[in-house]
C-alpha cells in the first residue's frame, strides 16, 4: 500500500471546519483513499473513502487533489465529540494481506470550546 | 443489530496462560479480520479470515491461531500467553474484500499478561 503522511496533531475551535490533511505521493490508480478516526479507548469508526472524486457524506468531506497525490478530510463543523486520532489510510485494490487496512500513527485532532 | 461485538472486554491473564478472544457479526459479513494496537501505535493485522472455513496469516501472526467454523465467528487463540501480547485487540468485518467495502470495527478486548 501507498505510504501516508500526516501531521501528528492538530487544533481545531469548536464550530469551526477541520480540514485534516494527507500525502500519499505514491498513490497507484486503483487505489482508494480511506479515512477512519478512533476515539479515545474505542475501535476505530469509519468516516469516507474515495478513488478519485471528491466524496461527501453525513459525517464529512474528502478532497481529493486532481494528481492524487494529497487529500484533505473536512469535518464542517466541529464538535467536542470530534476529538479523536484520524487515519488516512491508502488501500490497494488486490492486496495479499486480505484487503486489511494498513493504519500509521495518525493525526491526534483535539477540538476546544 | 448489533454490529461487531467482542468477548471479553478485558482480561489479566498470567504468563504461559491460554484463552480464546471471541468476535461475533450479524451483518453476514465475509471477510473478518484480527488487529492489535500497541500503545502509541496504528493498528497491526494478526489474522483474517476470506470466508467460513478460511484463515490467512496477517503482519503479526507468531504466538496466535484463529478459526472461522461459523461465518459470523471469527476466534483469535493464545496458547501461551506472554507479556509481548499485552495490547488491545479489535476484530473487523466487511461485505467483501473489495477495498470499495469498508471495515466495520468492535469495541476491542484489553488483554494484560503479566
Known amino acids: 500500500d501507498a505510504k501516508t503522511t500526516q501531521p501528528p496533531s492538530m487544533d481545531c475551535a469548536e464550530g469551526r471546519a477541520a480540514n485534516l490533511p494527507c500525502n500519499h505521493s505514491?498513490?497507484?490508480?486503483?487505489?482508494?483513499v480511506y479515512w477512519y478516526r478512533q476515539i479515545h479507548s474505542q475501535g476505530p469508526q469509519y468516516i469516507i473513502h474515495?478513488?478519485?472524486n471528491n466524496e461527501t457524506n453525513e459525517m464529512a468531506s474528502l478532497i481529493i487533489t486532481e494528481d492524487r497525490k494529497s487529500s484533505t478530510l473536512i469535518l464542517p463543523h466541529a464538535t467536542l465529540r470530534d476529538t479523536a486520532v484520524y487515519y488516512c489510510?491508502?488501500?490497494?485494490?488486490?492486496?495479499?494481506?486480505?484487503?486489511?487496512?494498513?493504519f500509521g500513527k495518525g493525526t491526534s485532532l483535539l477540538v476546544t470550546p | 443489530n448489533a454490529g461487531v461485538t467482542q468477548t471479553p472486554k478485558f482480561r489479566v491473564l498470567k504468563t504461559g496462560q491460554s484463552m480464546t478472544l471471541l468476535c461475533a457479526q450479524d451483518?453476514?459479513?465475509?471477510?473478518m479480520y484480527w488487529y492489535r494496537q500497541d500503545p502509541g501505535m496504528g493498528l497491526r493485522l494478526i489474522h483474517y479470515?476470506?470466508?467460513?472455513?478460511?484463515?490467512a496469516k496477517g503482519e503479526v501472526p507468531d504466538g496466535y491461531n484463529v478459526s472461522r467454523l461459523k461465518k459470523q465467528n471469527f476466534l483469535l487463540g493464545l496458547e501461551s500467553a506472554a507479556p509481548s501480547q499485552t495490547s488491545v485487540y479489535f476484530c473487523?468485518?466487511?461485505?467483501?474484500?473489495?477495498?470499495?467495502?469498508?471495515?466495520?470495527f468492535g469495541p476491542g478486548t484489553r488483554l494484560t499478561v503479566l
Open positions: 505514491t498513490i497507484s490508480g486503483n487505489e482508494y
Open positions: 473487523a468485518s466487511s461485505y467483501t474484500g473489495e477495498p470499495y467495502n469498508e471495515q466495520f
Open positions: 451483518m453476514n459479513h465475509e471477510y
Open positions: 474515495g478513488l478519485k
Open positions: 479470515s476470506v470466508g467460513e472455513g478460511t484463515t
Open positions: 489510510i491508502v488501500r490497494v485494490s488486490n492486496s495479499n494481506s486480505g484487503y486489511a487496512l494498513n
